[in-house]
């Protein structure tokens, strides 16, 4: 076995093993569980060592180029068969880089986060099987085993949303991620299916090559069904919804599963399938309009939420709209580009919320254990995650208070903090389809949406980060002395802040924009290190602009982030949430409300989907069903020759005999069968 | 590995312990030692089965193997007592064998009123079910089928719930009127086939049937009909699945976990053994009609899931639908699908037989049926609820697990099939992905998640001296864990990354019976199918 073999193998194993060896012990053993840091130790190193096991393969990648690893056949149905074959390639690398990088770093925080809780055991092993799934995902050689990660990481999504099991409402939310996922799923699975009757293999090298053989119609559905696959998984509208509610799942979960990783699972699919994608410009525009669509809707959905992590999760959804319209624009670079350094800020702001609600579920949880029972009832009522009760934590948590403030302007796309580039580029290769031929008023149409929320990015952020962290403590208000009670997190939560306040800093500088220096020298430039790197996996479409229009958007975008941060910090800078929100309520009325009620949309699912398919369930099959047994049974009952018979045998309760009368019976048929030479002769 | 002679003695011995051994039961059994003897009988079963798995890996041959032939009743009537193994019944075979020892030895942690009579129509179950799949003669096949559902007759009807009288009427009248109609057809095509031997004037020899399958294929519909029907009712395929939810929401869970898993699988691999080989050009005509069928089943089952309360009941209609999947698998005949539908039936056999026993362990602390009297079981028995949520994972076709390889090459096989002819069935079927996981999903909400709910509301069911018995064992035994279920799990891994492994061994078989169908096909210039 080659030592690229071997890594290849600890890379994609060692987290299996962690996660088996951790349940396999937590489930043998009750007194083992206790030992809750040794868990989260083991699982961490279950994640480091394949982080440094991808750091080798990479270099190999960058010194040799691509290679696959195969582990023998997965699924051999004659016509076709499918290998258990990973690709280690640019793209893989980055993106298990990403995963085992930030991986490892939210398994360190969670030794913290979960370290009084006493399910961590079950918490890491299902940690550990997610990074499992998540590296099947993005090293697959082909589909099928690439479907393999796809589901497991849903698997482990829905087991983390419902980590807290006892309460009905994260079970709801595990039950309706596993669902609106399978949605996706079925059209994932047909598009396999369509994809086996006209090309014959599922494996990405073979598929991209026939990509020319395939007719137009092949083109669309696959794509069109590839495309509904990866809405599900990343949360596109219409199917987004799901994706709130997961905030059930303990915060290092939502950092890492719905944040940072799993969600751009639909992104790195369509990329790596972008060849095919982009012979099929209708379903690029598709795709384009559901980006846009999705990243404004959720955009104006995260201006009204209170839950500092609806609105993080609302802000992940707007963020991966943004992705989407990236590769509907054949930006497959800036797509990827924006996944690690999305990675980066939203991990390290939805960290930073962990630590606010540690530190508040603390503060009341301690302020509640003086007071006596009776003296304050609305206690139990306190919402830890309700950035209404919080204001003024930048006093007593100064490192998350910093470290989320690096995240906001990260994510708002302040220069040169890491979303700045990504974003920039993605909105200029929108631009440049805008003025191409196929569609262009259209994606003129986009690019506007796209600005549009990169401007209420910015302000709902700042909205969020001002609430929570500046002002007055508000929480005293509802439970007197309860401030007096906050506190820091613990290094083990503060430490993955800063690295990853550092990573959301500088991550942005691997795609510096070539056109900077190309205007300026005149010459070919190739400072964007990440197209340099994947550009061989990402099909992209040609970016047709003039330097000075560059310029000019690039500029736009600084405009329009920095006007977003200006107004948010006018709007909500000292505190003073309410007046603003409901000075918007009232000039928007409405639409103001249509945002608040989350567009109406699980209320629509439930309505149209969920109620009639239990009511034709419960309505019209169950009796169908009854009635049809019943009918037969009262039937057989009327004919009471023969029932009458069989109930006189079962009432005897002489069995023993009955049964070996009967035994006896057929003994005798079988033995004269047996024995017939002895009758018969030889046959 | 092991001596040639002596492998068809061990294929006798698997078959005949547990059938010999439960006379022992009855006879002379003390009624302390009865579990003891019963769990070595199928042990011992159990060892020469594996034996005989692994032999049979050494060539995975397409024909018949280990076979023994104890000669005919007379020259011209070749019906006879002959058994062998080949690609199409050794995983059956040894998936009956596997799934028949856990039933015997977790019979006494999910039901308290075991006895030697218990055991031992246990154990004829156990052998007679091995000798369907063991047959290699029509005949001996009939007696098998038949065998197994006497002792099934009795578990029901005395150690079932409150209405095991109904559930025993339906399921013993269903399954009787089906296999009394198939008797005749057996007699038809064993008079029809000697007439191609000389000196012979009744056969059900295997061999000799397929020898004349041709001659078949001109018979009158209603033969091929009389089979089909009673295999209809046996897998159970909509319309015909009315015994099916009662009977298994009745039956004991040692009993359910021979008639879920193995039972029903009669059906399906009779269908692919010998019904579908010796009428094909018959089959192709009503092919749009199975398959029709099948995703109703498919469909209906899992619809009717999503609602239900009883929870071995939701389980039943999760049955029906995924044993819609293999039906289809079987009607898009082709090499994917029928690949597909083989391994699928041993996916089932373990899905299903881990799920019901899993509930068993539930339902044994408390006994009331309706799902939502449970709840909370993840806080005290984190293994029973690990083993349940991975084996209702591979249920809802998790990829990784057993499931999802089946469910797949069908699905896909279907999709490209020119017997089908259109992607629409394939399509529609898939659309369970999402049905499986909305019942599924309930059914682990309600159970094993939220808090525990203590007070039962309405014993649904049971007797109070049943749930007295119940409650003794169940302090008795001290809620058993359910780490006996991890050997379903370890398969499940096993089978879902390394499928080749158990495919292999129907994969032979399945190309020479896929040629074989194509000959008769072009063999008969005079038959026209399309004129019916």
């Known amino acids: ?683 | 590995m092991v001596p040639e002679f002596i492998l068809p003695w061990i294929l006798n011995l698997s078959m005949w312990i547990p059938l010999m051994g439960s006379l022992f039961l009855f006879l002379c059994g003390s009624p302390k030692r009865g579990r003891i003897m019963a769990v070595l009988f199928s042990t011992l079963s159990l060892v020469f089965t594996v034996v005989l798995t692994l032999q049979f890996m050494t060539n995975y041959a397409a024909s018949v193997q280990f076979d023994s032939v104890g000669s005919a009743l007379s020259e011209s009537i070749r019906l006879g007592y002959v058994v062998g193994l080949d690609g199409a019944s050794i995983l059956l075979f040894a998936m009956t064998s596997f799934i028949g020892w856990v039933a015997i030895l977790t019979a006494p942690k999910v039901f308290a009123r075991t006895n030697n009579a218990f055991y031992g129509l246990l154990l004829i179950l156990l052998g007679a079910s091995l000798g369907v799949f063991a047959a290699q003669d029509l005949f001996l096949f009939y007696v098998f089928f038949e065998l197994a559902l006497i002792p099934m007759a009795f578990l029901l009807g005395i150690w079932g719930e409150e209405e095991r009288t109904s559930a025993t009427y339906t399921f013993v009248i269903y399954t009787l009127v089906g296999s009394l109609l198939m008797l005749v057809g057996v007699l038809t095509i064993g008079f029809t086939a000697a007439s191609l031997m000389e000196g012979v004037s009744f056969t059900t020899h295997f061999d000799d049937l397929m020898a004349a399958a041709h001659l078949f294929q001109e018979l009158p519909f209603w033969v091929f009909g009389s089979f089909l029907f009673a295999f209809a009712i046996k897998i159970p395929l909509f319309p015909f699945h009315s015994w099916q939810a009662n009977a298994y929401a009745q039956a004991p869970i040692p009993a359910v976990l021979f008639m879920a898993p193995i039972m029903v699988k009669f059906g399906s691999y009779a269908l692919v053994r010998f019904v579908i080989p010796y009428f094909p050009v018959l089959f192709a005509q009503v092919t749009p009609w199975i398959a029709t069928l099948a995703v109703i089943s498919i469909l209906y089952g899992a619809m009717i899931a999503i609602t239900a309360t009883d929870i071995k009941k939701i389980l039943a209609f999760s049955s029906l639908s995924h044993m819609g999947f293999i039906v289809l698998g079987l009607a898009a005949w082709n090499e994917t699908a029928i690949q597909g539908a083989m391994l699928q039936m041993v996916n089932h056999g373990l899905t299903t037989a881990a799920l019901f026993l899993g509930f068993g362990y539930v339902l044994v602390s408390n006994p009331s049926r309706n799902l939502m009297d449970h709840g909370g079981i993840a806080s005290d028995r984190p293994v029973l609820t690990t083993m349940i949520v991975i084996a209702s994972m591979a249920s809802v076709g998790l990829p990784g697990l057993n499931g999802f390889v089946g469910e797949f090459m069908i699905l896909s096989g279907a999709f490209d099939s020119s017997h089908l002819g259109t992607t629409l069935y394939a399509v529609l079927a898939a659309i369970a992905v999402i049905l499986a996981a909305m019942y599924t999903l309930r059914l682990l909400k309600f159970t094993l998640f939220g808090t525990p709910n203590q007070t039962p509301s309405e014993p649904t069911g049971q007797t109070s001296d049943q749930l007295l018995d119940q409650a003794d064992a169940h302090s008795a035994a001290q809620q058993p864990k359910g780490w006996v279920l991890s050997l379903f799990v370890l398969l499940m891994i096993w089978i879902g990354f390394q499928s080749p492994t158990f495919t292999s061994f129907s994969k032979n078989w399945t190309s020479s019976i896929v040629e074989h169908i194509e000959q008769i096909g072009s063999f008969e210039p005079d038959f026209e199918p399309d004129n019916e």
Request: no cysteine.
């Open chain 1, 1 to 683: 076995m080659s030592y690229t073999t071997l890594f290849a193998l600890v890379l994609l194993g060692l987290p299996a093993v962690g996660a088996l060896t951790l349940g396999v012990g937590g489930l043998s053993n009750a007194s083992l569980r206790q030992k809750r840091t040794t868990f989260g130790v083991l699982a961490t190193a279950a994640v480091y060592i394949p982080f440094l096991a991808t750091l080798y393969l990479g270099w190999n990648v960058f010194q040799s180029g691509a290679f696959t690893v195969n582990f023998g056949t997965f699924i051999d149905a004659g016509r076709w068969s499918v290998d258990l074959a990973y690709l280690i390639d640019p793209l893989s690398i980055t993106m298990a880089l990403v995963i085992t990088g930030i991986g490892t770093l939210i398994h360190i925080y969670s030794i913290g986060y979960m370290s009084h809780d006493q399910g961590a055991w079950r918490f890491f092993a299902y940690l550990n099987l997610f990074i499992f799934a998540m590296l099947q995902l993005v090293m697959a050689d082909n589909l099928l085993v690439l479907f393999i990660g796809w589901e497991g990481v849903g698997l482990a999504s829905y087991l983390l949303i419902g980590f807290w099991f006892k309460k009905r409402t994260n079970t709801n939310a595990a039950n309706k991620a596993f669902i609106f996922n399978r949605i996706g799923d079925f059209a994932f699975l047909v598009a396999m299916f369509l994809l086996l009757q006209e090309v014959g293999t599922l494996q990405f090298s073979g598929l991209l090559e026939n990509v020319g053989m395939m007719s137009q119609d092949t083109l669309f559905w696959v794509g069109l069904l590839v495309l509904i696959g990866a809405t599900g998984k990343s949360a596109q509208f219409p199917l987004f919804v799901w994706l709130p509610d997961a905030m059930a799942g303990p915060t290092p979960v939502s950092a890492l599963i719905h944040a940072a990783t799993m969600v751009t699972s639909g992104l790195y699919l369509i990329t790596r399938l972008s060849p095919m994608f982009v012979l099929s410009p209708e379903v690029m525009m598709i795709m384009a309009v559901i980006g846009a669509l999705t990243a404004f809707i959720a955009a104006t959905i995260a201006l009204t939420e209170y839950d500092i992590k609806k609105v993080l999760a609302y802000s992940t959804v707007s963020q991966l709209g943004f992705m989407f319209l990236a590769l509907g624009s054949g930006a497959f670079v800036a797509a990827i580009f924006h996944v690690v350094t999305h990675a980066f800020f939203k991990a390290l702001l939805f960290l930073g919320s962990g630590s606010v609600i540690h530190n508040m579920e603390h503060a009341i949880e301690k302020t509640r254990g003086k007071i006596k029972v009776g003296e304050n009832d609305g206690a139990t009522d306190l919402d830890p995650q309700d950035i209404r009760l919080m204001g003024g934590l930048r006093h007593s948590m100064p490192i998350t208070f910093r470290t989320f403030w690096i995240g906001t302007l990260a994510i708002a796309g302040i220069p040169p903090l890491a979303g700045f580039f990504s974003k920039d580029e993605i909105l200029m290769h929108t631009f440049s389809m805008g003025v191409g031929e196929f569609a262009g008023p259209l994606y003129m149409v986009l690019w506007a949406v796209g600005m549009g929320t990169a401007f209420l990015t910015a302000f709902y952020m700042v909205r969020l980060t001002a609430t929570t962290f500046h002002g007055e403590s508000r929480l005293d208000a509802a439970l007197p002395g309860a401030s007096s009670a906050f506190h820091e997190s613990p290094r083990t939560m503060t430490f993955p802040l800063w690295k990853l306040a550092i990573g959301s800093i500088i991550i942005g500088w691997i795609g510096l924009p070539n056109f900077v220096v190309e205007s300026l020298t005149g010459q070919e430039a190739h400072i964007h290190l990440l197209k340099e790197w994947i550009y061989a996996q990402a099909a992209d479409l040609k970016v047709t602009l003039s330097y000075a229009t560059e310029w000019a958007l690039l500029a736009g975008s600084i405009v329009v982030a920095t006007m977003g941060v200006f107004v948010g910090w006018r709007s909500y800078g000292n505190g003073q949430w309410e007046q603003t929100d409901n000075m918007l309520q009232a000039r928007f009325g409405e639409l103001y409300n249509t945002f608040r009620e989350r567009y109406l949309l699980d209320e629509f699912y439930e309505k149209v989907v969920g109620e009639p398919v239990q009511w034709i369930s419960k309505n019209i099959l169950e009796p169908v069903d009854r009635i049809g047994i019943g009918g037969i049974v009262a039937f057989f009952g009327a004919t009471t020759r023969v029932s009458g018979g069989v109930l006189r045998i079962l009432q005897a309760g002489l069995i023993t005999n009955y049964a070996v009368f009967i035994l006896l019976g057929v003994l005798f048929v079988l033995a004269m069968m047996i024995l017939g030479p002895v009758v018969g002769g030889t046959p």
